[in-house]
Structure formats: C-alpha cells, structure tokens
C-alpha cells in the first residue's frame, strides 16, 4: 500500500521526489527446457565410436570383423540367387555359380569403392533394385523354344548381362559427368533425413515377415543377438568388448546348430514346402553342388544378348541404385565419424558403381550392385567404423568365391537368421537418419510437414508398387511399352528414389528462400564443396599421391 501511496504522492508532486530504490535485475530467461535436463547440441561427428574411418582395432580383431561383414552380406547375396535362379530355369549348381558371381564382383567392387569412390567404409553387395528388370527378362524369354531347362537359364543370364553392361553408363555418365553430385546440392538435411530413414525403414518387408517364416529359428535369433549384444556386455568388462564386436558371430554359430539339430532330429520331415526351404539347413543343395574351386571369368555363360527392351527397365534400376548409395554413402559416414561426403565425392562414387555393374555385366553377376544398407547398420552396432576392416573384408568375398565348397557351407545359414538381424542393423540406418534433423529447424511447421510427406509417401507408394507387382515382375504401370513399364514400376518401388523425389521438389519449392536456416542449409554447404571444410580432404581424398596424376575434374 505504502509503494502505492508514495506512487501517487510523487505523481501529484510533478516527480520531484528521489526515484524509488533499484530492483537487482532479472536473470536472463533460461531456454525452453533447460530447466528439466540438460540440452544436447548437434554434433557433426558421433563421438562414441571406438574406432572412426582412419583408426584400426588389431589384426586379429580386423579379421573377425571383417569375416563378420562377409557374412552379413552373403544374406543379401544368397537371397537374390534364391529368388531368380529357379525362376530362370537354374539348378542348385547354376545357383551356386550364380552365388560365386555376385560374390566376387562385390569383392572386387568394395575394394574399388573404399580405395577409388568414396572411400567410406561400404560394403557393395549385389541390389534388389534390379529383381524387376531381371524377372521381366526372364518373363519375355519363357515362351521360347529351349532343349532343357538350363539352357534356358544361360540364355537368360546372357540376355540380363548384356542389359546389365548397357545401362551401366548411365550411372557412369551421371557421376563422372557430375551430374549426379550436383543433384545432391539440392538436399538440405530436411532432404536427406527421410532418404536415410527410409533407406533402412523401407526394407521392413526383409525383416520380420522373413523371421516369421520360421519362427522357431528367427525369433530366438532375435531376441538371443538383442540380450547378448546389449544387456549381457554389461554383466563383465571383458565380456563388453567381445559381446558388441562379436556377439553377431556367436548368435549366428549357436542358432545356426539349433537349426541343424532341428534338421537331423526330424523337425520338419512333414511340413509344407515353403516351411522346409526357410527353416532346413540341408534344402539349398549348395553343398553338394557347388564346385570346390571356380574362378569366375568375363562371359562365363556365353556370348551377352542385347535387347532394346531390357536395357531401358535395366536404365531404371541403375537410377535406384545411385539413389539408395546415396542415402546408404550418408550414413555410413556419420557412423565412420566422418563429415558428409561432398558433392564432388558423391558424383564419383556413382560413376564408379556404374564402372562396377559393367564389369558385373562382364563377369556374369546376375545384377548390380549398391552400397549394402545393412553392412553400414553393422558399423552401427559393433561401433568399429574403420576402412580397414572393410577392405579385409573383400578378401573372404572373393576367396570364398574361388572356393565354392566352403561358400557353399556358409552360404547354408537358414534366411531367417538372416532376417532376424536386418530387424536390428537396418533399425540402426533408419534412426541415424533420424539424426540428420539436429542440424535443422526441428520445430518449424514447414519442415515438420516437408519430412512427414516423404517419409510417408517414401514408404507409403513403393508399398502399392510392391503389392501390385506379380510373381513374374509386372507392376502396377501396365501400358503396351513393356521397357516403360519396367523404368517406372522399379522407380517407384524404391523407397529411397520416391522420398528423394518428393523430398526435394518440396523442399526446394516450398518456401525455400525464406527458410534457408529452418532447412539447415547452411550448416550443409560446406561439407558439398571440396574446399568448403578443411575436414573433407582429411576423409575423402585419394590414398597415396594419386591426386598428382588425375585430372582436377575427376577428383
């Protein structure tokens, strides 16, 4: 009352009295949050790797992890072989040869790819990006006049090889022409969080549903590598180092004997047949059939065929290749501890990996390759992000490529084993994706609506693709141009292409000038040009002094 009164009194005398006493100032409002936890800031480099691009466990260590990367990707490998070998009228022996070739050529193309291309630590492991194209050819030739089963396969593998070596230049083309880097100068990280989730997120059809077709196998496989890799490291010190590097290793030797003694003991003598080939150690025949030492050569099945109208659906699925590498090249790097790879890096990763579908046009592969999404989870989840490791790992692709017989005895882990941990490694490639947001707005309308309509169309259109698609490859699109249809029905059932796509047009048309720091554009430019950061000599440059001798505009 009394400040009141002295208010009005010294209003009615004209202020001429003192001024009242200072109030000590207020404290600056603390931000949003802060008062119940601590904030994190972004950062560029994840800092609890173990080892990052540049540094190496030993030499014993380096080996098992490398054979740890074989594995999980002779899933992929094995899977592709499983799908389209039947259907080309192939044998187990032609299946094993076929396993061989995709085997080497994805050894050859990672040392390529980790030396010449982007030199991340990516395994290149054959792409199902190219089932449609391969199923169409295999669908335009089973009408035709064949002695035997296998010759039509081998006709058929010559037909997809010559599509294979065609198209392959036009990733050579669009990289080495560096149109495909240019391209990447229009994603912001609004663009390229969806394109890594999806890249991981978009492969749910691989995981679970998989483990589903034996259960009994997959789920305990599941549950055994989540315990033993996450809760039980923490049980001993010694125990932590071994279980998150090699507890991958351990869970597959044990349920992969589970599987086997179900096998001998009977488990599945009068099951239906899908139930027998999923969950049977014994049911792929590789053993028996697969030479004990085969070096695969150029044309190893004859003369390449060349057909206007296979090369165009080939076209189609080279494109999806370079852009689910592009989303697998950006998390691998934040998973080595390296900075994003600029655009000059990109656009000659991709030329390389057209080199790299030419020479497996060349050596008999019965598709491309693309970065393996679930090698680079596999950084993810033991913490090793070295480049060593990978290029060792390239040495078991392609000795165990020579040497059928012990490829073959690996090759015979049941797929829902596999599948078990694609729910694992391609979870952790999702939310690395995740990760790209920090470094943007995450609280403006504007980029909350350009994510949520990419990841949802990103999954949401490849998905009626994908259940519109019949068993010999015919997609939704059904015009009289069978080569059109082909390009647009494997565009479209790519998760990564389509979020790439509405990604980017929306987000560079959508109030794009007036909310270049909401995007986090300017974080991202300098990582895009070669000098732009100092760091990006540090992980992307040439090894030795090859930079001398290359023109400056291929580097």
Not at 367 to 389: F, K, M, P
Request: net charge positive; charged share 10%; glycine share 10%.
């Amino acid at each position: 009352m009394g400040e009141t009164h002295n208010h009005d009194h010294n209003h009615n005398h004209n202020h001429n009295h003192q001024p009242p006493p200072q109030q000590a100032a207020a404290p600056p409002p603390m931000p949003l949050g802060s008062a119940r936890g601590p904030l994190f800031p972004p950062a560029e480099q994840l800092l609890q790797l173990h080892y990052c691009i540049h540094s190496n466990p030993s030499w014993p260590q380096t080996v098992l992890l490398a054979f740890q990367h074989y594995i999980v990707m002779l899933g992929t490998t094995v899977m592709i072989a499983t799908v389209l070998v039947p259907q080309m009228g192939g044998g187990p022996g032609d299946k094993a040869r076929v396993i061989q070739s995709l085997l080497f050529t994805s050894g050859v193309n990672t040392l390529l790819q980790t030396l010449f291309g982007t030199r991340l630590p990516t395994v290149m492991g054959p792409s199902f990006a190219y089932i449609i194209s391969a199923l169409s050819v295999v669908n335009d030739l089973s009408d035709g006049n064949f002695r035997s089963e296998h010759q039509r396969f081998e006709h058929t593998m010559r037909a997809i090889q010559g599509s294979l070596i065609v198209s392959s230049f036009i990733n050579i083309i669009l990289g080495y022409g560096q149109a495909w880097g240019n391209l990447t100068r229009f994603f912001s990280p609004i663009v390229i969080t969806p394109l890594v989730c999806v890249v991981g997120l978009g492969l749910f059809g691989r995981g679970f549903p998989q483990v589903g077709d034996c259960i009994e196998i997959g789920l305990p496989m599941l549950i055994l590598l989540v315990i033993s890799q996450q809760y039980m490291q923490r049980v001993h010190p010694v125990a932590q180092s071994i279980l998150e590097r090699f507890a991958l290793l351990l869970c597959i030797g044990l349920i992969w004997a589970f599987a086997a003694i179900l096998t001998v003991a009977g488990a599945y003598n009068h099951v239906k047949e899908r139930t027998e080939l999923s969950c049977r150690i014994d049911r792929s025949f590789l053993l028996q059939s697969a030479p004990w030492i085969k070096v695969p050569y150029p044309f190893q099945w004859g003369t390449p065929i060349f057909r206007a109208s296979s090369v165009f659906g080939m076209m189609g699925a080279a494109l999806v290749s370079a852009a689910e590498s592009t989303g697998t090249f950006y998390a691998a790097s934040r998973l080595a501890g390296a900075t994003p790879p600029p655009a000059h890096v990109v656009s000659r990763s991709i030329g390389l990996q057209g080199l790299g579908q030419l020479f497996a046009g060349f050596f008999g592969a019965v598709v491309g390759t693309t970065a393996s999404v679930e090698n680079v989870g596999l950084l993810g989840l033991t913490r090793v992000g070295s480049r060593r490791v990978v290029q060792i790992s390239t040495a078991f692709m392609i000795f165990f490529s020579i040497f059928g017989k012990f490829g073959a005895f690996f090759a015979s882990i049941p797929l829902p084993i596999f599948a078990a941990i694609y729910c694992i490694l391609y979870g952790i490639v999702a939310a690395i994706g995740i990760s790209f947001i920090q470094f943007a707005n995450k609280n403006s309308m504007r980029n909350i609506y350009v994510l949520g309509i990419s990841l949802f169309l990103g999954i949401s259109i490849p998905q009626y693709f994908v259940m519109n698609t019949d068993i010999a490859g015919h997609g939704p699109v059904r015009t009289p141009a069978g080569w059109f249809n082909d390009v647009l029905n494997t565009i479209f059932s790519s998760p990564p292409t389509v979020a790439t796509i509405v990604g980017t047009f929306v987000d560079n048309t959508l109030e794009a000038r007036h909310s270049v720091d909401d995007r986090g554009v300017p974080w991202l430019v300098p990582f895009q040009r070669r000098k732009g950061d100092s760091r990006n000599d540090e992980f992307y440059s040439y090894p030795l002094r090859i930079n001398e001798y290359i023109p400056s505009r291929f580097l």
